[in-house]
């Protein structure tokens, strides 16, 4: 089995292409059963055909490669091609946006932890790895997930997570791939926002040991974690200004400098919300805007996508509407990196 040594230098300078300016990355890695609830829910029928027909709409969204950076795959959408044959990972290149993939198999039930989830996906990673960088991906993520509740994360959910992470991220190295790793504290709960940043400080201080301890190389990874935001089901919902300071607070406890870049996920925020918390964070009014040293940069799938989904419907006459739905939300966000979104883009 081929076992290569790490490209620091490459690895650095493709890890900064995927924050690099004002664009951010555009997720649409959702698995089989992930893709399919959300069609049954948008009345689309839950075919492999509509899957594909769903992802050329989006890859072939007329000036996508303005707004987006890099796109991540799933499996299946790596391997299909447009209508006319054109793989879509040609499409997004030629648009110059970089090919990634969803590379974890899904978080299951950790055993003897009730409510909390292990991801899985090692075994045999680094072929699975070598085999989508032939067919073109460039970056990978893993996802971890982390729910909130009484008594948890437990530390052993954290650790555990923590662990996988590392050892997915060190592979996806050894491979020139760059990792995205993906810690996400769940917004579901009664939780505060205070809560949130708590629990988010522990799990990203664990992510980072295991990185430091599995020799993750941090200028060649992107950070994707959840912004830190209050709990769906609680009362109090901060404004957007002070979402950004508890999320920035946070992050400077948390991240090395050395990580080239935040891409934050979205998590069932609204596009409107999640547009505006992003622009919070990188507008100059900002105090901690200047202290902070990594891009703060979006990895969106549900902000981007939602409206284009429910504008298209599986019916070919809505397409050029949804492209341009799609569109405008990845534009929104590129606003946002510039701390320039505001209510007046999404009246226009
Ligand atoms: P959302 O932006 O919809 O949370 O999805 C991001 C993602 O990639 C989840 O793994």
Known sequence: MEQRIVNVKALGEAANALVAGDKGLLAMDESTPTCNKRFAAAGIPQTEEARRRYRELIVTTPGLGKCINGAILYDETIRQRTRDG????????????????????????????????????????????QDYFKIGAR????????????????????????????????????????????????????????????TTERVLHGVFEQLYVQGVILEGMILKPNMVLPGLQCAKQESAEEIAEATLTCLLRTVPAAVPGIAFL??????????????????????????????????????????????????????????????HRANCNRSARRGEYGAAMEAA
């Not at 110059?96 to 009730?114: C, N, Q, T, Y």
């Not at 902070?292 to 902000?303: E, V």
């Not at 284009?308 to 070919?316: P, T």
């Open 139 to 198: 970056f990978a993520k893993w996802r971890a997930v982390i729910a909130l509740g009484q008594g948890i994360p437990s530390g052993a959910c954290i650790e555990a997570n923590a662990q996988a992470l590392a050892r997915y991220a060190a592979l996806c190295q050894e491979c020139g791939i760059v990792p995205v790793v993906e810690p996400e504290v769940l917004m579901d709960g009664e939780h505060s926002l205070r809560h949130c940043q708590e």
């Open 86 to 129: 054109i793989p879509f990972v040609k499409i997004l290149a030629d648009a110059g946006i970089i090919p990634g993939i969803k590379v974890d198999l899904g978080a299951k039930d950790m055993a003897g932890h009730p409510g909390e989830k292990i991801t899985e996906g090692l075994d045999g990673l680094r072929l699975r790895l």
């Open 266 to 327: 979205s998590g069932g925020q609204s596009g409107e919300l999640a547009s505006a918390r992003l622009n919070a964070m990188n507008a100059t009014s900002n105090a901690f805007q200047l202290r902070r040293p990594w891009a703060l940069a979006f990895s969106f799938a549900r902000a981007i996508q939602q409206p284009a989904l429910e504008i298209w419907r599986g019916q070919e006459a809505n397409a050029v509407a949804a492209q341009k739905a799609l569109y």
